[in-house]
Nanobody, 114 residues
């Protein structure tokens, strides 16, 4: 069955960095566009970044462009989100998802606070 396991979240000071990982299984990872979403407190879940299966073409929300980098390792069935220059507005639960599959992982909490 499809499984998505996010990790790497935590508490970080403003201006700091974190690298999130999402280990995928149960589907042909290399064939799917992979996405990172986040849900900030009191807000709806929003798309943060995606990386296509072919050519690893990436797209980002305007709010994270230039600070976040999505990447993938198809040999490890893992997608990453490198987050730099974090601000308190980045505080959220972060989720990964395969674009056309309905499954979600449990998410990983990122808290940016001094």
């Amino acid at each position: 069955q499809v499984q998505l396991v996010e990790s790497g979240g935590g508490l970080v000071q403003p201006g700091g960095s974190l690298r999130l990982s999402c280990a995928a299984s149960g589907f042909t990872f290399s064939s799917y566009t992979m996405r990172w979403y986040r849900q900030r407190p009191g807000k709806e879940r929003e798309l943060v970044a995606q990386i296509r299966s072919i050519g690893s073409i990436t797209n980002y929300a305007d709010s994270v462009k230039g600070r976040f980098t999505i990447s993938r390792d198809n040999a490890k069935n893992t997608v990453y989100l490198q987050m730099n220059n974090l601000t308190p507005e980045d505080t959220a639960v972060y989720y990964c998802k395969a674009q056309t599959l309905p499954h979600w992982g449990q998410g990983t909490q990122v808290t940016v606070s001094s």
